[in-house]
């Protein structure tokens, strides 16, 4: 895992967590609008580093990472930590653990349901089978990555770390974040809550969590996008995310 900051230490600490096969430059828009008044941590997550080849565990320890750097440089208090789709089952290990102090967590698109072995089993072979045809640069393959998953003007990023991306990687993504479960905390009471989600293509998942969790935190504000698949609106919509993000940590509902 690496870190990348922006802003000024003394401000407010945010975190942005990245989805899977993103890259961490997807956050860029946001770096720029919250850094102003945020210190802004993003992580690259593991087996999604640009630099150099590294292999993903778990949701768990990614999550572990995370609160370990920020323990060990800022302490225990974050005032905002959002998640997109696999960032988001990280973002929420982070709050279950009860080892940082959040005082906003944003969950977008987070699969926070067990899904069934067969649902996994495919998704899996689908990760493999992208990756596999990205690294030999199969024309097909990247023209429907732009279209439907993330813009070209992240393609370059994302084709650094899928060439050393390795299989069992994208099997301990898929395995560990949908067995992620939502879980009742006494120190959840304390953080407000924001659970955006689409309505298109896996996004019932999402939906499905988004219940769950107002169901064990009423405090839960659900926005759901009708008419966005997952992720879409972070992604290709950013500014519409932002202004929606910052309506909700400013105290507002979003």
């Known amino acids: 895992m690496r870190f990348h900051t922006f802003g000024n230490k003394e401000n407010k600490k945010m975190i942005l967590i ?11 828009e946001s770096i720029d609008y919250f ?35 920020m323990l060990t440089n800022f302490g225990n208090d974050v005032d905002t930590i959002c998640g997109l789709s696999m960032g988001g089952a990280i973002a929420y290990k982070i709050f279950e653990s009860g080892k940082l102090n959040i005082n906003y967590l944003v969950l977008d698109g987070a699969p926070l349901s067990p ?19 990205s690294k030999a640069r199969d024309k097909k393959t990247l023209e429907s990555f732009k279209k439907d998953f993330l813009p070209e003007k992240y393609l370059e990023s994302f084709l650094k770390f899928a060439d050393t991306m390795s299989d069992s990687s994208i099997s301990n993504i ?48 659900i926005r759901c996008f009708e008419g966005y698949k997952h992720a879409e609106l972070a992604i290709y919509h950013s500014k519409d995310w932002i202004e929606c993000v910052d309506k909700f940590i400013s105290g507002g509902k979003a």
């Open 115 to 133: 899904v069934g072995k067969l649902p996994v089993w495919i998704m899996e072979k689908s990760y493999i089978s992208i990756i596999h045809k």
């Open 18 to 28: 990245h989805g899977v096969l993103t890259p961490w430059q997807i956050w860029q």
């Open 174 to 221: 898929v395995r560990s974040v949908f067995s992620v479960n939502i879980s009742a905390c006494e120190h959840g009471k304390d953080t407000s809550i924001l659970f955006m989600h689409g309505t298109k293509g896996n996004e019932s998942v999402s939906a499905k969590s988004a219940k769950r969790m107002k169901e064990i935190y009423p405090q839960t504000q």
């Open 35 to 69: 850094s102003e008044n945020y210190y802004v941590i993003v992580p690259a997550l593991d087996g999604h580093i640009e630099e150099e080849a590294s292999e993903y565990s778990s949701v768990e320890d990614e999550a572990e990472r995370i609160i370990e750097y």
